[in-house]
């Protein structure tokens, strides 16, 4: 969906915008992980409004601005069951809204296509939902082509697919920053038929295609990046985008074809980010774990000194209260010794004397995949004011289950330093509460599901990718 809006009207659309957001953050789920299906509620990949000054030609701005404003509309759905459930949502707990968007959208669209539409090309064949950031700028180009032409625009955007595979990266953590290559929080074309009417699907088509680019940068200098290497001929051996002529050939198809187009004016305004969806943990009740250290100074001495030298350390993962806490428990070194957190019996974990810690779900709507380390971390607790673990934390969700390397979950030790600044822990050394001199402490022990393969240096954090 795409509106160009006078600016007279920016704060009334504004205000619908936001409440829509509201509305999307209290029935829609993000990642194909969230939820079994689409029953209750619809699951996303990709979610977000972007906002900005309409330019008079988006590729030259010193020609100006036209006075308005550009609002686009980035939904990308796991299944297309999430759809429908989405327009059975509206009707019946976002009606006035629903009805709003409605005579908006007659006043200011340019255009809009309601599950016609699949993705075609991206960064990755594989699932995850995409999370862009508020503020990241964004590109958005919309084209209208005669079915005459559509091997060769799906020609051309197969090469550019290609082009930006080799060129990109997705995520804020894949770089540095973009001197290299632009980094990306999402990026893909859509395509599919052109209706008469988009939410009368029964009025039939036009006989057109519509191919819509979506693609969100970390930072404006991604898009600095990608217009500069999108010039490369490819010469150097480097990858280059139809030898150096294909920013030219996507004017040349702009001209023929375009509804609408930005270039680095508009920004993501709304999302689902800022509400996290709840993670379903309940599948992980019994799963074995092994702990690795970071990689800092600290974390490999306590890890030797626990381990006795042999940085073997696994624990069996319980689920209680449906999901509300999760236990760690069965802690063992080698596979076979059973371990107690008290320092002078490390390895007799037997009976009251076994290493267990309790974790609760936080409380917060805006960390609901946070667990807290609450109460003692022995099997039977006893001296529980000098041996617990409070404020010891991890996150658990889709991008940090431990099912694979690249999906570790990370052991924070609360100290002075963790989810409640202030309240330690004393469990806790002082040299492990944050981070210190000479290492930062934060993700100080890597979780991997056991036999999903070790830890990587540093961690990983993995890339955020679409199905087609």
Known sequence: MTWSVPAAYEKEVDAFWKSHEAWMQKTHTMGEASAK???????????FIAKGKEMKNPLNPEEGET????????????????????????????????????????????????????????????VSNIKAGKGEPTITITWRVPLKDEKEIDAFWKQHESWMRATHTMGADSAKD???????????????????DPLKPE????????????ESYVDAAGIAKHMELSASDGKDGSPSFIGGKGMGKLMEYN??????????TVAVFTNLSDATAKFDVTPYDGKTYSLYHNGTACSKFMFCFFTGGSFQFQYD????????QMDAHNFKVCGCLPMSPIPCCLFCGFGPCGFYGKHYRSKNPATPNLFIGKGGICETPCCVMCMHHDNDYFVFDADHDGSTPQKAGYYVPGGKEGVTPGIGNPFTPPCLAGPCACCDNSNFMVNIEKGAGGAVKGGIVPSQVMKR
């Open 37 to 47: 299906d689409d029953s209750a509620g619809p699951r996303l990949n990709e979610f």
């Open 67 to 126: 006075g308005n404003l550009i609002y686009q509309m980035s939904e990308a759905y796991v299944d297309a069951a999430g759809i429908a459930k989405h327009m059975e949502l509206a009707q019946e707990t976002f009606a006035e809204g629903f009805a709003e968007m409605m005579k908006l959208n007659a006043q200011f669209g340019i255009h809009i296509d309601v599950g016609t539409l699949s993705v075609f090309t991206c960064l990755d064949d594989k």
């Open 178 to 196: 973009d001197s290299k290559g632009p980094r990306l929080t999402s990026y893909w074309i859509a395509k599919g038929k052109e209706m008469k």
């Open 203 to 214: 009025e039939g088509e036009t006989g057109n295609l519509i191919y819509r680019m979506s």
């Open 255 to 264: 001209e023929k074809y375009a509804i609408q187009m930005d270039v680095g």
């Open 317 to 324: 993962l319980k689920v209680l209260d449906g999901g509300e």
